[in-house]
């Protein structure tokens, strides 16, 4: 061996050391919910999880954080100054085992529905699963980091527009412009504003899927480039870490902060049943549409009790919600793309109609107590 390449082994030798003694745990910071039992800080920025969470997640994830936003620590800066922090779910653990997301309704439609969520003024985490962090067998994410996707979502909503308060109008025009031109249509990117940039960071970071139901072929830099030059630029512009791009774990030999992690003894991700049973069949909590029939005599009706209503499109293209007041009039129009969801507080007797892209009728939903769920097929 030359001595060139001694050298070359030693540094790394050194550097992969180093890395190992990065992101070490840490006191969970006082005020935390005593949910939270481990610790991480990355340049300020807290993430948090239970003791059932494996500690090389939480490392993984500040490494993570660290190559999104080296140089942008400004940006991290204001994400926690925001209150926000990051919470990892155990492949045992749930959307609604999280403290902050505890409240959102209905339970079980939130715990099969994510294994992650960006943050809101209301609920400032974000939220990713250990399984799909250290690649466990079953992660039903296993093509993309789902971390990437909703620290973008920090990133815009926490961080941009602190920092920079003209960012959002900047994005919502290139989105408009794009989407006028047919690029992204009936994809996940094509949604709205904020997925329109969570997907771009995606491709930046060479980390989504592609040519799926919500995905076209544009997964990395590259073809992000190609195909969206103004949304690659606006990405660009605000990330400066431009060598930096995701590789999974195993491509990484799960070396330095990963290190003491054995994959072979990693637990199995699974839906449990009682969520499966919810997601694929009609439980006793969803209503059944009633026909459209005598449309123009169909009125709300005043003195029913409150209740919750929810709507979740499973369908094949957009749905329109409408609700029907006193006078038979449509108000309070909602349209739901595919995968879209919505809840509101209505009362007994109100009825909701729902009607497709072109507006033609499809169902009439009238909620009642116990029955406020509506699966749009």
């Not at 800080?41 to 239970?50: D, E, Q, T």
């Not at 296993?142 to 990437?148: G, R, S």
């Not at 994005?171 to 412009?177: N, R, T």
């Not at 329109?196 to 980390?207: K, L, M, P, R, T």
């Amino acid at each position: 061996m030359t001595a060139a390449c001694v050298l070359q082994v030693l540094l790394s030798s050194i550097g992969a050391a180093e890395q190992a003694h990065r992101y070490q745990l840490s006191p969970v910071p006082a005020g935390k919910d005593p949910f939270y039992r481990k610790h991480v800080s990355v340049g300020g920025f807290s993430i948090l999880a239970s003791g059932k969470v494996a500690d090389q997640a939480l490392k993984e994830a500040a490494f993570i954080i660290e190559g999104l936003l080296k140089g942008r620590e400004d940006l991290l800066k204001a994400i926690a100054d925001n209150g926000v922090h990051l919470a990892i779910m155990a492949a045992d653990e749930f959307t609604t085992d999280i403290p902050e997301h505890s409240l959102l309704k209905p339970k079980l439609f939130w715990d099969r529905r994510a294994r992650g969520l960006g943050p809101t003024k209301k609920r400032p985490v974000v939220s990713c699963g250990e399984e799909n962090l250290l690649l466990y067998k079953g992660d039903p994410y296993w093509q993309e980091n789902i971390l990437i996707h909703e620290f973008a979502h920090a990133i815009h909503h926490m961080g941009l527009m602190t920092v920079d308060p003209t960012f959002d109008s900047r994005l919502e025009s290139i989105y408009k412009e794009a989407t006028a031109r047919g690029l992204w249509k009936g994809k996940y990117a094509g949604r709205n504003r904020a997925e329109y940039w969570a997907e771009g960071v995606q491709s930046w970071f060479d980390n989504n899927r592609q040519n799926d139901h919500d995905h076209n072929h544009v997964n990395t830099r590259e073809e992000l480039e190609a195909y969206d030059p103004k949304l690659a630029a606006l990405v660009a512009s605000v990330f400066r870490n431009p060598q930096w791009r995701y590789r999974k774990p195993s491509e990484r030999k799960w070396g330095g902060h990963l290190a003491g992690h054995d994959p072979d003894k990693a637990p199995t991700f699974t839906w449990p049943k009682r969520l499966v049973k919810w997601w694929e069949h009609d439980p006793g909590a969803r209503l059944a549409a009633s026909p459209v029939v005598g449309l123009d005599a169909v009125r709300s009706k005043k003195g029913g009790k409150r209740v919750p209503i929810f709507f979740y499109n499973r369908g094949k293209g957009p749905r329109n919600l409408y609700w029907i007041d006193f006078e038979g009039k449509r108000r309070n129009k909602q349209t739901l793309r595919v995968g879209d969801n919505a809840d509101s507080e209505t009362f007994v007797g109100h009825p909701w109609l729902v009607t497709d892209a072109e507006d033609r009728p499809l169902g009439l939903y009238y909620p009642a107590p116990g029955k406020g769920i509506v699966i749009l097929r």
